[in-house]
């Protein structure tokens, strides 16, 4: 059963990818930000942990409208996180413990602080600087009203009017303004930034929003338009992404991007072999906890990637969703940006059961696995406090939703220092719940029930089971509430999403579990096994 690892250059097709969002990871100088110096002194922790390349959400230069979404200087780290050389620095001793580095690239959007959008609203209408973002003419007798019907991402208008009276377009905030990707500078840009991350040690990069950049020149209105989306998932991203994964190939890259698609032939168009390597699949994560439907999830992942050879991923959360053992606590499971709601009430104990089921389930899948960090230590989403919430999301909707912060808090490290063990001196930008230091990394690392060792465990076992890289999966049994797979000849997962304890299939060994079998070889309710077979 002990077997090789993937070829080096194949490491993205299985690996475990680990979301820094660093704002919130440690703070290395005290100052209430997470930043690159308190990435660097707990690299020893993702080590341990086993996780083979760390993604980082965006830490260039931004007025962090957007957590960083809103990059105003590509080639700049935030001086809140550090300096480019310690991000060089960073990347190569994440090497050195066998971690690879992610970043992230936002390309349908700067920050309206970027160089280039200051120079369109000085330069006025018509100039060349404004013909790199979408700049219009409103409609209405004065021009006052925007100039189409679309809606923003983070809800209401996505354009906003200027001085000179021309509107521009922002699919997310209005300090985030949209990029013209019909203008070749705006490529040439891109494909230069691409660069300048690769040549500095990066094994791949994330592709934010990806399949928005693209618009109708004309920016049509949605009502009764027929034929292609203005902006969604148009043809001509593909010629895009095909230039980008040439320069990928000259530094053995790999890309990862977000691609919320319902359409399975489209999403699995951008990844073709001439184009991004891997997407998220939005289709597990949001799925309930629901033998039947992920059941089809799982197979609808595999069927859509086979033909194109990409590996599927397996995501349960990231800085955008609600965290998982609240959702699967709750008693709608599945995940809706639309249904989001203040309130929401969750039985945290059996969202952390089933927490610990669906992680040794989507450790088990084919395809690379994303653990978003404190998705190891079991955190639930965290209730921010009203006045302490920054999410544009939440001010967008006028206080309807409650954004994305509750899923932002700094991580609790130490249970017995400030701020547990966190880094910071005075009060973090977004408050620890006050029961933050019982789910501490240093609390959890000496208690073998905890979720980190779980976690912990798991990931020493995937690097040893060849078949975990490579076995085919092969479907054992079927019924609502059962998912039992075998991976290779060896190995079988098995999770029950029932009530009732079911009987374990045949096996020689029990590798791990997720919660205490009940001794006469049956497997609870909320809980998964890896068997030896
Ligand atoms: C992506 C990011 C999200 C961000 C948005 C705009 O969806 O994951 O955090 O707000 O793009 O850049």
Known sequence: MEGSQPAAD??????????????????????????????????????ELGVDALWFTPWYLSPMA???YDVADYRTIDPAFGTLAEAEKLIAEARESGIRTIVDIVPNHVSDQHAWFRAALAAGPGSPERALFHFRPGRGEHGEL???????????????????????????????????????????????????????????????????????????????????????DRDELHDIYRG?????????????????????????????????????????????????????AIDETLAEHAPVKAPATWVLCNH???????????????????????GVPSDLELGTRRARAAALLSLALPGSVYLYQGEELGLPEAD????????????????????RDGCRTPLPWAAGEPYAGFGSTGDPWLPLPPDWPLRAADRQAEDPASMLSLYREAL??????????????????????????????????????????????????????????????????????????
């Not at 690996?15 to 660097?40: E, K, P």
């Not at 479907?475 to 098995?494: H, I, K, M, Q, T």
């Open 10 to 47: 194949d490491w993205w097709r299985s690996a475990v990818i680990y979301q820094v969002y660093v704002r919130s990871f440690a703070d290395g100088d005290g100052d209430g930000t997470g930043d690159l110096s308190g990435v660097r002194s707990r690299l020893p922790y993702l080590a």
């Open 66 to 68: 957007d957590g960083g």
């Open 146 to 232: 925007p100039p189409n019907d679309w809606e923003s991402e983070f809800g209401g208008v996505p354009w906003t009017r200027v001085a000179d009276g021309e509107w521009y377009l922002h699919l997310f905030a209005a300090e985030q303004p949209d990029l013209n990707w019909a203008h070749p500078a705006v490529r040439q840009e891109h494909e230069d930034i691409l660069r300048f991350w690769f040549e500095r040690g990066v094994a791949g990069v994330r592709i934010d929003s990806a399949a928005l950049l693209a618009k109708d020149p004309e920016l049509p209105d949605l009502a009764g338009h027929r034929g292609s989306h203005p902006y969604l």
């Open 244 to 296: 980008w994964r040439a320069i990928a190939d000259e530094f053995g890259g790999i890309f990862v991007g977000e691609v919320w698609l319902p359409d399975s032939e489209r999403f699995a168009r951008y990844l073709r072999p001439d184009e991004l390597h891997t997407a998220f699949n939005f289709t597990f994560l949001t799925c309930p906890w629901d033998g039947e439907r992920l059941r089809r």
């Open 320 to 342: 955008d969703i609600t965290r998982t053992v609240t959702r699967y606590g709750r008693a709608d499971t599945g995940f809706a940006f639309t249904s989001k709601a203040f």
């Open 384 to 403: 921010v406090p009203l006045d302490r919430v920054q999410d544009p999301m939440y001010f967008r909707s006028q206080g309807r939703a409650p954004g």
């Open 460 to 533: 020493r076992l995937r690097r040893t089971l060849a078949a975990l890289h490579t076995g085919p999966l092969r479907w054992l049994s079927e019924g609502p509430d059962l998912l039992v797979f075998a991976r290779g000849e060896n190995l079988v997962c098995a999770v029950n999403l029932g009530d009732a304890p079911v009987h374990l299939p045949a096996h020689t060994g029990i590798l791990l579990a997720s919660g205490p079998l009940d001794g006469e070889d049956r497997l609870p309710g909320d809980t998964a096994v890896w068997l030896a077979v």
